[in-house]
């Protein structure tokens, strides 16, 4: 999954150059958001200031859930 992922990173940023960043994440059961019940990765392109706040990570691109206050 490893070089499957930078390989795919790199498709995306040839393909698109306003790619800044990726959000990669997995969920493991029903309780953390599990729907597909089968081993899979979320591969999220990012680009700069597409959410206001990014501190949170992909838990800001859902409204209400990543709004981090940094001290």
Known sequence: MNRLTHSLKEKLK???SSITGYNI???AGEDAGQTIFHCHMHLIPRRKNDVSNP???IRNLIL???D???K
């Open 14 to 16: 040839g393909e698109d």
């Open 25 to 27: 994440g997995f969920n």
């Open 55 to 57: 501190i949170g990570g």
């Open 64 to 66: 209400g859930k990543g």
């Open 68 to 70: 981090y206050k940094t």
